[in-house]
T-cell receptor, first 112, second 112 residues
Framework: KNQVEQSPQSLIILEGKNCTLQ??????????LRWYKQDTGRGPVSLTI?????NTKSNGRYTATLDADTKQSSLHITASQLSDSASYIC???????????FGRGTSLIVHP | NAGVTQTPKFQVLKTGQSMTLQCAQD?????MSWYRQDPGMGLRLIHY???????DQGEVPNGYNVSRSTTEDFPLRLLSAAPSQTSVYFC???????????FGSGTRLTVV
């Protein structure tokens, strides 16, 4: 069964600090991995997409990494801002499947 | 572009009542899906469609019906509401299977 596990479940950091969120997956055959940001009361919004051949991708202060061998991805947030407070969801798609596998998300709170 | 539009944003139902959650997209996306999001459970797939006239069940389809008569619209019907259906419902669309989702802003449903 395809699974996506995210850690930590929740995280509290001070404004200006960096943090890293983890995503481990057992999805086969791997097609791509996306990170979504979900603000409170809103729908998720895509941050990055990574395919098998990519190991790093940046979107502003967000940098995603992918290790296809160990089936792990991380999302690094640099110089956090209050607006980074949200849930971050890892989603992995399998080749030939209509249905992506969602992680349960990491809830990030950034305090001033 | 409006993207994905969901109505209503909030709804309270009595047990046993029926209702339809509306979802419309204006991006000419072939793929549309309905998810429910519960605390600690992440997003779970209810039903999905890969084109007009084609629908299939997801992970938690019981108690829900869908139809896809046009590319733009994908309504979700609750046949006889139960308190277990209290949740936040998201409609999402995407161009093709390996593309990212565009999510609506959600419908918060309470069944009493």
């Amino acid at each position: 069964k395809n699974q996506v596990e995210q850690s930590p479940q929740s995280l509290i950091i001070l404004e200006g600090k960096n943090c890293t969120l983890q995503c481990n997956y057992t999805v086969s055959p791997f097609s791509n991995l996306r990170w979504y940001k979900q603000d409170t009361g809103r729908g998720p919004v895509s941050l990055t997409i990574m395919t098998f051949s990519e190991n790093t991708k940046s979107n502003g202060r967000y940098t995603a990494t992918l290790d296809a061998d160990t089936k792990q991805s991380s999302l690094h947030i640099t110089a956090s801002q209050l607006s980074d407070s949200a849930s971050y969801i890892c989603v992995v798609s399998a080749g030939g499947s209509y249905i992506p596998t969602f992680g349960r998300g990491t809830s990030l709170i950034v305090h001033p | 572009n409006a993207g994905v539009t969901q109505t209503p944003k909030f709804q309270v139902l009595k047990t046993g009542q029926s209702m339809t959650l509306q979802c419309a997209q204006d991006m000419n996306h072939e793929y549309m899906s309905w998810y429910r999001q519960d605390p600690g459970m992440g997003l779970r797939l209810i039903h999905y469609s890969v084109g007009a006239g084609i629908t299939d069940q997801g992970e938690v389809p019981n108690g829900y019906n869908v139809s896809r008569s046009t590319t733009e619209d994908f309504p979700l019907r609750l046949l006889s509401a139960a308190p277990s259906q209290t949740s936040v419902y998201f409609c999402a669309s995407r161009y093709q299977a390996n593309y990212g989702y565009t999510f609506g802003s959600g419908t918060r449903l309470t069944v009493v």
